[in-house]
């Protein structure tokens, strides 16, 4: 019932582009802050791109601000993360969280912050 779910991913080439999608069911995704992570094999979760409940003020890490973009559509309790120029660097399975009224890089950049809801993750592989 309470969850979140991504999709969007799958094979890219560089270069390419891919949109994912993390919808919300069992609660509204608007009252919470929303943040993509993604994790490869012998690293650490990281923080991608994130965005705010109030005014949807939002932050991307250095690696990815040019090229990724998030947003929100609080019409259909959906966070987007639109990936262009994607690079095979960015492989990886990617997950969005939630968590109520947290700053966006706070939320991007805090490792230890924990969160009120995680996805199950969508791969992304970026590849020729």
């Known amino acids: 019932q309470v969850q979140l779910v991504e999709s969007g991913g799958g094979l890219v080439q560089p270069g390419g582009s891919l949109r994912l999608s993390c919808t919300a069911s069992?609660?509204?995704?608007?009252?919470?802050?929303v943040g993509w992570f993604r994790q490869v094999p012998g690293k650490e979760r990281e923080g991608v791109s994130c965005?705010?409940?109030?005014?949807?003020?939002?932050y991307s890490v250095d690696s990815v601000k040019d090229r990724f973009t998030i947003s929100r559509d609080n019409t259909k309790n959906t966070v987007y993360l639109q990936m262009n120029m994607l690079e095979p660097e960015d492989t990886a399975v990617y997950y969005c969280?939630?968590?109520?009224?947290?700053?966006?890089?706070?939320?991007?950049?805090?490792?230890?912050?924990?969160?009120?809801?995680w996805g199950e993750g969508t791969l992304v592989n970026v590849s020729s």
């Open positions: 965005i705010e409940s109030d005014f949807g003020n939002t």
């Open positions: 969280a939630a968590r109520g009224h947290t700053r966006a890089r706070g939320m991007c950049e805090i490792s230890s912050l924990g969160m009120s809801y």
């Open positions: 069992g609660f509204t995704l608007n009252d919470y802050s």
